[in-house]
């Protein structure tokens, strides 16, 4: 059975780091794209990052409004996938959700992935 667990979510202040954890279980990451999402209620899901493995190498690509702030990375031996958080924002105040894709794809759309977590909660505040 395909399992996806968010960890690392919590408070933080303005200009503050975050580390996200997504554990899978049940299918072996590196053969997949992992992405991660966000929503704040009332609005639609984000794409944040994805991340990619193939016989290339591996990809990575970020929304425009974390460039330069997050930085995503997967650890194959843990079959985990971390999204670290650096000069965090309130506007990246969200849910947070790692999501699998069926083939290895490097993809933001939503659509493409279709495992999902159950997410974890991050606010950043004064």
């Known amino acids: 059975q395909v399992q996806l667990v968010e960890s690392g979510g919590g408070l933080v202040q303005p200009g503050g780091s975050l580390r996200l954890s997504c554990e899978a279980s049940g299918f072996t990451m590196n053969y997949y794209g992992i992405g991660w999402f966000r929503q704040v209620p009332g609005k639609e899901r984000e794409g944040v990052s994805c991340?990619?493995?193939?016989?290339?190498?591996?990809?990575?690509t970020y929304a425009d409004s974390v460039k330069g702030r997050f930085t995503i990375s997967r650890d194959n031996a843990k079959n985990m996938v971390y999204l670290q958080m650096n000069s965090l924002k309130p506007e990246d105040t969200a849910v947070y959700y790692c999501a699998a894709t069926k083939f290895p794809l490097l993809t933001m759309n939503d659509r493409d992935f279709s495992s999902w977590g159950q997410g974890t909660q991050v606010t950043v505040s004064s």
């Open positions: 991340i990619s493995s193939s016989s290339s190498g591996t990809r990575t």
